[in-house]
């Protein structure tokens, strides 16, 4: 009995400073939805995706850090006459996605539906080898380009990253991205 009570003690004495340390997180706040229309061109030396395997990745990477469900993602450079060119680079994307912003009044709207109003608040999250979410070590490239490229153009704060690809092998690589992304509430 004498253990369960300490145990408890303990867990109530971690619990307690986190909720009171910031009493909003959590709490929800408006935002609007806003439109992005992005390029995303991937040059990984290590991994290699076909252009529905890397149009896959970046619609799971895009979902799970908040973008709408109505996304976009269209395949650029992968029909076989571009492969075939010379400079070809790799399979490149078109991405336009939707995801919470915090309001700004200067703003417009790109098209109809673009910086509706939504109900949202910050999540935290973190970008890892998970094979739950299909990312592995060899995503380490992928993820490096996403966290340069398209992770500054979300809401996302307290951002921390540990990122480190070795080209041309697995071993050795790994990825860590976590911080809080402005996510819109779940409507029950």
């Known amino acids: 009995m004498r253990v369960f009570w300490a145990s408890a003690g303990v867990g109530l004495l971690f619990a307690v400073p986190l909720w009171a340390a910031d009493p909003v ?3 929800p706040f408006p935002a609007v939805w806003k439109e ?3 390029e995303f061109s991937y040059m990984g030396r290590t991994a ?3 252009c529905q395997g890397l149009r896959d990745k ?3 990477l895009l979902l799970d850090l908040g973008a709408r469900h109505d996304l976009q993602v269209a395949l650029l450079g992968c029909d076989e006459s571009a492969r075939l060119g010379r400079g070809y680079v790799g399979p490149r994307l078109s991405l336009i996605f939707s995801s919470p912003a915090l309001p700004d009044a200067s703003a417009k709207p790109l098209r109809p539906g673009d910086l509706a109003a939504v109900d949202a608040h910050y999540e935290p999250f973190t970008l890892t080898s998970d094979a739950f979410r299909n ?3 060899g995503d380490c490239e992928l ?3 996403f966290a340069r490229e398209i992770l500054p153009r979300l ?3 307290n951002v921390k990253q540990d990122i480190t690809c070795v080209p041309y092998q697995a071993s050795g690589s ?3 991205v976590r911080g809080e992304i402005l996510r819109a509430v779940r409507v029950p």
């Open 174 to 176: 790994r990825f860590l």
């Open 36 to 38: 992005q229309h992005l």
């Open 155 to 157: 809401s996302a704060k």
């Open 25 to 27: 997180v959590g709490s």
């Open 135 to 137: 990312y592995g070590v």
């Open 48 to 50: 290699r995706y076909s």
């Open 58 to 60: 970046m619609r799971s």
């Open 143 to 145: 993820v490096e380009e």
